[in-house]
């Protein structure tokens, strides 16, 4: 019993030791945070409560473009600001503000609790002193070090500035969003009115935005659309509700005045809102967001940031330039926004660095971060999808060739039965042939002999991210479930210049703090998306779509390669192609899907692409694509696919390319010469009088006569205008005594009819 005891007295001085141990070193922790903290502690000055620098935003050759977020900030006394708005901001951020000495215990203890409780910094608990002092003294960092000198700046302001002083330097300083720092400057930004006119409804709307100027903004119901712009109005109205039931809480208003407010309608300064204060708006829009995006809008227009883009100034002029042009677009007129119809985007860019050197996102710039319809809208592709989703994957994993043939006959899936555009049924095409054509039937084939899975696999490696379980064989037409941007398109393309190396598209190269102090070295996130010869063989067909098919339209004097695309009723209509220096897509279409009639991909996205494509590199000297190792030509016949054979007529003939060991190794074994009736065509019967020898196409099954090439394949139907009964002789035809008279025998006729029932 003793031992036991002292076992366990043992065991207990050993924990408290440990505890004590412990906590020493918590000490010695906490104490040299603490020392740290106050040795690196700023110096409070009046300047430093006012400070904050623009964003400045370099082209590609380091020549500043503009400063984004230059601060808008006009200065006014806590007099002129209305009773409402002042008691709108205490009520919803610090409703103690009179009463505490700088810090908030209460909110320190929830924030911490917060904290302990995700395991992370998540939530400040600051008093309007802290959030003062926080803008103007201290890093956004949320670490222990930057709360305990916002805590002991917060202290030192309180015993040097009145609590109006405090409050009327918050309310100058604060970031609203837009570039708007102050009340006065959010009050003439969001409304076009001093701070002494505004509402009790509108001061509670800017009271809501300090915490997140982002996700409040109210301007965002501008650039949204459909579900997103109501759920924006319903996240803006929801903020501006949340300040006034503050308000009714902590006594500032009565339930009735918040009621009234609730009910007034919101309205914005939309004059403000379309004023263009920038160059290359556009892109200086996407890549603002990037930065938001990745730093937060208060060090983006606050920060002083030095960005270097990839911006190429000539060639954004000039895709703006042809934007605007309305001879480049359909009939246009104004939706009931006043916004011009059809709108349009155009992305180009690098395809050796993925560095996008223009990117134009509408044919006008209405309004400050507009809608991006180069970055943001996804539209179907239509046939602009067929190298990713039919041509790339058939030669990447099935080993065809630009002169593999395929049958463009009727065909159906289940109840999915593609049609061509045309409504007319080319027979057996290469698909060369049928891509320059843009025939859909074979593109359907093809995607449904490699199969979908292998497509969404080589769209991926694109950059483009499909659900296998949601798309069918249409995919290989564009019919996509969420549709692609112009950017992603533009990527896409980009692999097929590029040696089917994909590199995914950057429009930010550097960024840089104030002091020089690099925050981003842009390092470009490539993949090889295909084999190389892949990338070749859809290039050189595609080139032959400029050269002779659909995209004629697109022509510039110099090897270009591309394909056009046009949706059912051309509600989308694009045209995506390249050179060895660039590569661009452009779209139009209506901002809410419309027919535009007798619009397709090969006239107006093809003739915006071709001025901006000729004229971006006009004095350049002309590049050519360069065949990779591994590509080889070979000549064919262009009904089989196959090596030429003893019956392959001459004008069957094709040599066109192949990847290495996809060359066909079998002979031509469609044609074959058969008798037919000099006059009917058909199989002679014992009455024809005329009969000759012909090379035909003969396939183990049959097409209707509305094929094009129909009366080239074997007929099936025995001479029908050569009666019996009726002699040769009394036809009154020579006869020819070289062609023997023959009647068809049974086995052909049973050959016959096996086919009919194999193709049924």
């Given at each position: 019993?003793a031992?036991?005891l002292?076992?366990k007295?043992k065991l207990?001085?050993?924990?408290f030791l440990?505890?004590g141990?412990?906590?020493i070193?918590?000490g010695c ?6 020392f740290?903290s106050i ?17 400045m ?5 380091g020549n ?8 808008n ?13 002042k ?6 951020e610090d409703?103690?503000?009179y009463?505490h000495?700088?810090i ?11 904290d ?9 608990g ?6 003062l ?8 960092d ?5 709360k305990?000198?916002e805590?002991?700046?917060?202290f030192?302001v ?5 609590k109006d002083?405090i409050?009327e330097m918050?309310?100058?300083?604060t970031f609203?969003g837009?570039?708007a ?7 003439q930004t969001f409304?076009g009115?001093d701070?002494s006119e505004l509402t009790?409804?509108e001061?509670?709307?800017l009271a ?14 501008y650039t949204?659309?459909?579900q997103e712009?109501?759920k924006q109005?319903n ?6 509700n949340?300040?006034l039931n503050?308000m009714?809480k902590n006594?500032?208003i ?5 009621n009234q407010a ?6 914005l300064?939309t ?7 920038y ?5 200086l829009?996407y ?6 995006e ?5 060090e ?8 270097y883009?990839?911006l ?18 359909p009939?246009s007129?104004?939706d ?15 395809p ?5 050197v ?7 710039h209405t ?5 991006n ?6 539209r179907q592709?239509g046939s602009?999808?067929?190298p ?8 990447e994993?099935l ?5 593999s043939?395929?049958?463009d ?10 049609r ?7 027979g057996?095409l ?8 843009s ?6 084939k ?11 696999r080589?769209?991926?490696g694109?950059?483009?991210?499909l659900?296998p379980?949601v798309h069918?064989?249409?995919m290989?037409l564009?019919g ?7 950017l992603?398109?533009?990527a896409a393309?980009g ?12 429009a ?5 703090k ?5 925050l ?10 295909m084999?190389?010869t ?5 290039t ?7 050269q ?15 394909k056009t695309?046009?949706?059912d009723e ?10 060895p220096?660039?590569?661009?897509a ?10 535009m009639?007798q619009?397709?991909?090969g006239m ?6 071709q ?5 971006a590199?006009?004095?350049l ?5 360069t065949?990779?190792?591994g590509?080889?030509?070979a000549?064919?016949d262009?009904?089989s696919g ?14 066109d390319l ?9 002979q ?8 037919v009736?000099?006059a009917?065509?058909q ?7 005329d009969r000759i ?7 183990p099954y ?21 009666g019996?009964g009726?002699t040769?002789?009394?036809?009154g035809?020579p006869?020819n ?11 052909n006729q ?7 029932d194999?193709?049924?």
């Open positions: 019993m031992r036991r002292k076992r007295l207990s001085r050993f924990f440990l505890l141990i412990a906590i070193g918590a922790v906490l104490a040299a945070v603490l740290t040795r690196d502690l700023p110096v409070i000055s009046p300047g430093a409560l006012e400070s904050g620098a623009s964003t935003i370099y082209d590609k050759d500043l473009v503009t400063n984004v977020g230059l601060k900030s006009v200065p006014v006394d806590l007099e002129e600001i209305p009773d409402n708005v008691n709108a901001f205490l009520a919803i409703p103690a503000f009463q000495h700088g908030s215990i209460r909110g320190i203890a929830r924030a911490a609790w917060s302990l409780t995700s395991r992370q910094i998540v939530e400040g600051s008093t309007i002193t802290q959030q002092v926080k803008v103007s003294f201290l890093t956004l949320q670490t222990v070090k930057r305990i000198q805590v002991i700046l917060a030192q309180e015993r040097r500035y009145t002083e409050l918050y309310l100058n300083n609203f837009e570039g720092y102050g009340i006065q400057a959010a009050a409304f009115k701070v009790l409804e001061g509670a709307l809501g935005l300090p915490q997140a100027p982002s996700a409040y903004n109210p301007f965002k119901i949204l659309e459909g712009k109501e109005i996240t803006v109205i929801s903020r501006r949340a300040v503050s009714v006594n500032f009565s339930q009735e005045q918040a609730k009910d007034t309608e919101l309205k300064d004059n403000e809102v379309s004023q263009r204060q160059p290359y708006p556009y892109f829009d890549v603002t967001e990037q930065l938001i990745k730093y937060g809008e208060a983006v227009f606050k920060g002083g940031l030095k960005v883009t990839s190429d100034p000539k060639i954004q002029l000039i895709a703006e330039a042809a934007m605007s042009r309305s001879s480049n677009f009939s007129s104004a009931a926004n006043g916004v011009v119809q059809p709108q349009g985007a155009v992305v180009v860019l690098d050796q660095t993925g560095h996008i223009a990117l134009v996102g509408g044919r006008e309004q400050k971060r507009s809608w319809r180069a970055s943001q809208t996804t592709p602009a999808f067929k990713i989703a039919a041509y790339g994957p058939a030669i994993y080993g065809r060739g630009a002169a043939v395929v049958d006959v009727p065909v159906s899936y289940g109840s999915y039965s593609p061509n555009s045309d409504g007319v049924f080319r057996l290469t698909l060369r042939e049928a891509l320059t054509r025939v859909n039937i074979v593109a359907v093809l995607l449904n002999d490699t199969g979908i899975n292998n497509a969404v080589f769209a991926s694109l950059g483009i991210n659900d379980d069918g064989l249409s290989a564009g996509l479930h969420e549709g692609v941007t112009p992603q398109m533009a393309y692999a097929f210049a590029n040696h089917g190396v994909y590199i995914e598209p950057t930010i190269i550097r960024v840089e104030a002091d020089g102090i690099i981003d070295q842009h390092v470009s996130k490539q993949r090889s998306a084999k190389a892949t990338a070749y063989l859809i050189d067909m595609l080139r032959s779509v400029i002779s098919g659909t995209g004629t339209g697109a022509q510039i004097g110099r090897p270009a390669a591309g695309g046009t949706t051309g509600k989308d209509i694009w045209f995506v192609g390249y050179t220096e660039l590569t661009a452009v779209w139009i279409g209506y901002d809410t899907p419309t027919s009639q619009a397709y991909g107006y996205p093809a003739k915006i692409w001025e901006i494509m000729s004229k590199l006009s004095g000297p002309v590049q050519g694509f065949p990779p190792t590509v080889v030509s000549t064919v262009s009904k196959l090596l030429p054979g003893p019956n392959t007529p001459a004008d069957s003939l094709v040599t192949f990847a290495e060991g996809t060359v066909p190794t079998e031509d074994n469609v044609h074959v010469f058969v008798e009736c000099a009917s065509g199989l002679p019967n014992q009455y024809c009088p020898i012909k090379p035909l196409i003969k396939l049959q097409v209707p006569a509305t094929v094009l090439d129909y009366a080239q394949r074997v007929p099936t139907e025995t001479c029908t205008i050569h019996q009726i040769p002789e009394q036809t035809a006869v005594p070289a062609i023997p008279v023959t009647k068809p025998n049974k086995t049973t050959e016959n009819q096996s086919d009919k194999k193709s049924q």
